[in-house]
T-cell receptor, first 114, second 113 residues
Framework: KAGVTQTPRYLIKTRGQQVTLSCSPI?????VSWYQQTPGQGLQFLFE???????NKGNFPGRFSGRQFSNSRSEMNVSTLELGDSALYLC?????????????FGEGSRLTVL | GNSVTQMEGPVTLSEEAFLTINCTYT??????LFWYVQYPGEGLQLLLK?????DKGSNKGFEATYRKETTSFHLEKGSVQVSDSAVYFC????????????FGRGTSLIVHP
């Protein structure tokens, strides 16, 4: 069974550009969540989707947005990139509608903003 | 709200040494408790979990016991290997109407041969 797949794995952008990251969850998983990981702030929650609906959003500016498609694949977008957006962006999927189950993480997309 | 406090790292050990990584939590009720591990260049993966008080989760030689009296879930391993070098995260699931889990800051473990 394939795991959570994130693309691209690495990318370099310059300030002011925008970026779109993609996440394909494990087959059958309908919940997808996104996290930003940095050395200084640790793991921070961005948003969570279930059946194309955003159920929670973390404390991030409006430049960070996301969506989920009918096949459960998800994308997140960051516009007007800043140097501080450099981070590892992790996607996780979960089976079912419960908010307490195990999360299955992808390997992440490492974004560097120059 | 929920919170998780983990000991700061890095924790540096020699191979075959005993490992303890402390984790305490604050939560309403008695949630499940998780330890996730992140190996270099990878995402997080579940290491072990416990679903109720006094439960012991175990996997790959690691153990953690759910202690509601001390609100702790310390991770232990009797003899670490170089391949255990990773970052370890203690975590609480979401609660109530939220879908936001709570992760500790992570503890980096470095094991030398």
């Amino acid at each position: 069974k394939a795991g959570v797949t994130q693309t691209p794995r690495y990318l370099i952008k310059t300030r002011g550009q925008q970026v779109t990251l993609s996440c394909s969850p494990i087959s059958g998983h309908r919940s997808v969540s996104w996290y930003q990981q940095t050395p200084g702030q640790g793991l921070q929650f961005l948003f969570e989707y279930f059946s194309e609906t955003q159920r929670n959003k973390g404390n991030f500016p409006g430049r960070f947005s996301g969506r989920q498609f009918s096949n459960s694949r998800s994308e997140m977008n960051v516009s007007t990139l800043e140097l501080g957006d450099s981070a590892l962006y992790l996607c996780a999927s979960r089976l079912g509608d419960s908010n307490t189950g195990e999360l299955f993480f992808g390997e992440g997309s490492r974004l560097t903003v120059l | 709200g929920n919170s998780v406090t983990q000991m700061e790292g890095p924790v540096t050990l020699s191979e075959e040494a005993f490992l303890t990584i402390n984790c305490t939590y604050t939560a309403t009720g008695y949630p499940s408790l998780f330890w996730y591990v992140q190996y270099p260049g990878e995402g997080l993966q579940l290491l072990l979990k416990a679903t109720k008080a006094d439960d012991k989760g175990s996997n790959k030689g690691f153990e953690a016991t759910y202690r509601k009296e001390t609100t702790s879930f310390h991770l232990e391993k009797g003899s670490v290997q170089v391949s255990d070098s990773a970052v370890y995260f203690c975590a609480l699931p979401a609660s109530g109407g939220s879908y936001i889990p709570t992760f500790g800051r992570g503890t980096s473990l470095i094991v030398h041969p």
